[in-house]
């Protein structure tokens, strides 16, 4: 099975807050990410988190890190019609490969 | 300045040529990826480069696949003899050096892709 998971779909109202979640398996990832990527578009780098942090917050995004449980989350404050994409999370090893989870798609609804 | 570009941006072929996917990462950047992405399986790494070696081959799924980097620069990734499995969205990355260790955060940025299409 896949290093990263994550759950395949989630559908939010527009102002709602979004909550992406994944599990990884690398305890070893000094650093674990968020891409994002649109219809047509290539990867988008949204934020990242170093492995000592519990916590990151940047603007409308909010990263939460439990590393005990190998679980990290995305938080996407008030939730705009420009945040429907799918949103990747992504582990590294020591050469910088990216292991990325199937992705959320992220439906934001009116 | 200019990202990572690749080219071609589509490609079609029939099933058994060989096809060549370019990639142009930022200037000055050190490491370079190339990965795929396909419907069946998702976002894979395929090769990683550091300057003009392949330290890690290790996601390239037959010796169908090969990847050669010149000058610290372009980067070309070959199928021979292509199947109708090898249908995916190739994409390249760089970053200035090594996304990964202990000290460093280096952002691997992503070309647009190649749509490639095995007839």
């Known amino acids: 099975g896949e290093d990263v998971e994550q759950s395949l779909f989630l559908s939010v109202r527009e102002g709602d807050s979004s909550v992406i979640n994944c599990t990884y398996t690398?305890?070893?990832?000094?650093?674990l990410y968020w891409y994002k990527q649109e219809p047509g578009a290539g990867l988008q780098l949204l934020t990242y988190?170093?492995?000592?942090?519990d916590m990151k917050q940047d603007q409308r995004l909010t990263v939460l890190l439990n590393k005990k449980d190998k679980h990290l989350s995305l938080r996407i404050a008030d939730t705009q019609t420009g945040d429907s994409a799918i949103y990747f999370c992504?582990?590294?090893?020591?050469?910088?490969?990216?292991?990325f989870g199937a992705g959320t798609q992220v439906v934001v609804t009116p | 300045g200019a990202g990572v570009s690749q080219s071609p941006s589509n490609k079609v072929t029939e099933k058994g040529k060989d096809v060549e996917l370019r990639c142009d990462p930022i200037?000055?950047?050190?490491?370079l990826y190339w990965y795929r992405q396909s419907l069946g399986q998702g976002l894979e790494f395929l090769i990683y480069?550091?300057?003009?070696?392949?330290?890690?081959k290790s996601g390239l799924p037959s010796d169908r696949f090969s990847a050669e980097r010149t000058g610290g620069s372009v980067s070309t990734l070959t199928i021979q003899r292509t199947q109708q499995e090898d249908s995916a969205v190739y994409l390249c990355?760089?970053?200035?050096?090594?996304?990964?260790?202990?000290?460093?955060?280096?952002?691997?940025?992503f070309g647009p892709g190649t749509r490639l299409l095995v007839l």
């Open positions: 200037s000055g950047h050190t490491a």
């Open positions: 992504a582990e590294t090893d020591s050469w910088g490969k990216l292991q």
């Open positions: 990355a760089s970053s200035l050096v090594p996304s990964g260790g202990a000290t460093t955060q280096e952002t691997q940025y």
């Open positions: 690398d305890s070893s990832s000094t650093y």
């Open positions: 988190i170093f492995s000592n942090m």
């Open positions: 480069f550091q300057g003009n070696s392949a330290p890690d």
